[in-house]
């Protein structure tokens, strides 16, 4: 693995390039971006699937979002997702600098809300030529729908509502407020899946000095406008692999994105008994892996 850094526009994106075994610079490897989660960082579980997607032949890049992590961007912890999308042009932009990159043969893997940026990234960057997701979030329609899509409009207009009255106070000198990503450990008020989430980000399982359970409270109206499905119908032809847990309480975002994607070759694959973060880890991330493994070196090796 070697750390890396390259331009997004005028911001300094930091990131994890990971090489097979017996890597040679003077040949061309398949590559693939991986996406990470909302809130997350590189070292995280974005950095666990490319370094075994590494392993299995490809170079792979994890990197963390602008304005997040080891990467710069001001204001800090702005969850804006269009600009997760525009990091991914620039990812992609990066890997085709690379000599030893095969320029026809680069794939994206999105986890969680990475999933929807994926999507909405690949949908317009004809460059990236195979999908893959693991658990699938759209975080604009999580945002606006609630985690399991069961939210009422009024839950929605009142967040809305909140954020409006905080910009305000913020245009006049106020300082800026942050919320938290996923709840306190032993919330059992949150959605399972959530509770999940905090067992993984805030406790030595998964955490990571870089990933603080920070979101701006402004950026949810950046993700409430956010579609990362809407042009899956017409634009994404390329292959397309989503893996997500039966028992995830986002399993709808996998089975709308199948449901909705125009790639003539898709295939939804549904991990009996596996929540959202069982694919993040573990044993996890060994059956994704059984799936996401064969896929890229079909579609794209």
């Known amino acids: 693995m070697q750390g890396v850094t390259f331009m997004n526009n005028n911001i300094r994106m930091a990131g994890n390039l990971y090489f097979p075994e017996g890597f040679d610079a003077t040949r061309k490897y398949p590559s ?83 999933s929807g940026a994926a999507v909405k990234a690949s949908s317009s960057d004809r460059r990236i030529r195979a999908v893959g997701t693991v658990s699938a979030v759209d975080v604009g329609a999580a945002t606006r729908k609630g985690w399991e899509g069961k939210g009422p409009v009024s839950d929605e207009l009142a967040m809305l509502n909140s954020v409006a009255k905080q910009r305000t106070a913020e245009s006049a000198g106020a ?17 399972k899946d959530l509770q999940e989430a905090a067992d993984y ?16 409270m402004t950026s949810l109206s950046y993700m409430a406008s956010f579609t990362g499905f809407d042009m899956a119908d017409t634009m994404l032809t390329q292959p397309l692999v989503i893996i997500a847990g039966s028992k995830a309480g986002s399993l709808w975002h996998s089975t709308e994105l199948y449901d909705k994607a125009a790639s003539a070759d898709k295939k939804l ?33």
Request: proline residues 7%; glycine residues 12%; aromatic residues 8%.
């Open 201 to 216: 980000y805030l406790t030595p399982r998964g955490q990571h000095p870089n990933a603080p359970n920070k979101l701006l």
């Open 32 to 114: 693939i971006v991986v996406i990470h989660p909302g809130g997350g960082v590189k070292e995280q579980t974005a950095g666990v699937y490319a370094e075994r997607l590494a392993g299995e032949g490809f170079v792979t890049l994890a990197f963390d979002a602008s304005h997040q992590g080891a990467s710069g961007g001001e204001p800090r912890f702005l969850d804006d997702p269009m600009r997760r999308v525009g990091d991914i042009y620039s990812a992609v932009d990066y890997l085709t600098t690379l000599a030893y990159v095969n320029n026809e043969r680069i794939g994206a893997l999105g986890i969680c809300a990475g």
């Open 175 to 191: 300082p800026k407020i942050t919320v938290p990503y996923v709840p306190a450990v032993g919330d059992t008020s949150a959605p």
């Open 269 to 301: 694959i549904i991990v009996e008994g596996a929540t959202h973060m069982d694919l993040y880890d573990g044993k996890g991330v060994d059956t994704a892996m059984t799936s996401l493994a064969p896929f890229f070196k079909a579609k794209i090796a």
